[in-house]
């Protein structure tokens, strides 16, 4: 049962649960503007925490085999999975969630976990990473080489986006003690309920070293001043703040590992053969119509832009519209000043776009609905391709040919995901080959996966996520890909003998 007072979150630092001073920010209900929750991280010790989990978590996980890490991801998922109506209802709270946008980022990461847990399994006794096998080096067929990938020895910081406060936490918390690195979490305060209140499910059932794992409520404070040589830093946020994070003098100074996942203008096309009337003109309405109202927009891989041929776009506009009519509930979006961003976002692309259909709903001060809105954009119309609204919002673009169509996707300057909707496996094909090197993931949808595909924004954990230009550059998961970003390679050149002996007890990872 959940208290109706606002709760106090803290934080678990150092082994232990510790309440920052002061009043804190204020975690709103953001369909009522109720406050639910507050969190202050003033005064608490993060030089402290990121010690500890560097000197007592880090060497504990690394004392453990891959598989003993993993059997440690299963025994939390099997925690969280058992209070998941609990999560749910934070979720509805704190985020606003309906049931289907609290299912993508609780059960998102219960199946994260799991998914490492048994590709974890797999890796068996090794606790370190080859890539390729032993090579010789010289004349003497003694000498080799062989590349290894060993486990940093420092700390992974998690810093997290409000749009998923479980999937993003578990996301980058399964690969990192799954490597033998320990985590401090630093979930965005605004929703950071759910993180803290899952975290707290997992120290209680004492399932973790100590150190190994930590969180932060409230902002970061002076966190990145502690970070040392060694550590590994990951970022999920806007591209304004990737910046700054990886701008910071210290981090610079200490020249840590920084990945970036940002804001990203990521763009469905729909294919020249994919006429109205087509069963993949369909798919497509669906995909863009449920990308737009799927945790109202507010998803960084949601479609932003609809790519269309010309003379079918007033029957994309038409059918997307009327979908959304008949679109279920939307929910609102994380807060009033979300709401407010959105809004501004919304009249500044009606200067440059056509407003084509706005929903309409009962406007509450309070409360931070957004009408979904779809504009419609003929060729390059710079705001279209240039402005992230991270909410319930799309613009149909027009294309005249195939090389227009990718130039516009492009135009996003490097984005997280592209989808692509046709019948004819030759354009599928080709658009992979033409988007790849500006999209991190492509997502092709002919009729015979129209159904059984996962969809545009849906990231998996045996996929690629990250993206190239403003999505950050950074690359996460890509299934046991992603071990690599916590290890460090290393040629070892040495005897034959010694690097077969080294090769046996490690594990190779494509990379
Ligand atoms: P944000 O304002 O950039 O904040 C992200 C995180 O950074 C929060 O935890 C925030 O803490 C923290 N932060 C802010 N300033 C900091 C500083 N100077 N030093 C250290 N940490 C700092 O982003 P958001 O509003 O939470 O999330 C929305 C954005 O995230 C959208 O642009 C979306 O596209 C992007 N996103 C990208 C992905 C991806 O995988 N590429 C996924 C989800 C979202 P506080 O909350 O305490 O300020």
Redesign the pocket.
Known sequence: MIAAEPIVLESYLAGKWVRGDGEGAALVDPATGETVARASSDGLDLAGALRYAREIGGPALRRLSFAERAELLGKIADVLAARKDEWHEIARRNSGNTPADAAIDVDGAIGTLKYFAKTGAALGSASFLADGGPQRLARDANFQGLHIGVPIDGVAIH??????PSW?LWEKAAVALLAGVPVVA?????TAWLAVAMTRAVTDAGILPDGALSIIA???GD??LFVKFGDALA????????E??REHPHVRGENIRVNV????LNASLLGPDAAPGTPVFDLFVREVVREMTTKAGQ??TAIRRALVPAAFADAVVAAISSALDAAPEVAPVVSPSSRDAVEAGIRALQEAATLVYRRRHGADEKAAYVAPALFRADGDVPVVHDA?I?GPVATVVTYRDPAEAYALARRGGGS?VASVFSADPAFLAASAAALGASHGRVLLVDPSIGESHTGHGIVLPSCL??GPGR??NGEELGGLRGLWFYHQRTAVQGPAPVLAELASRAVEIAR
Do not use: M, V
């Open positions: 810093i997290n986006a409000y749009n998923f993003g630093k979930p965005a305060t605004a409230g902002s970061a966190l990145l970022f999920t946020g806007s591209s304004e703040t990737g700054t994070i996942e940002a804001d990203s998803k960084c992230e991270f997280l996520h990250g999505a950050g």
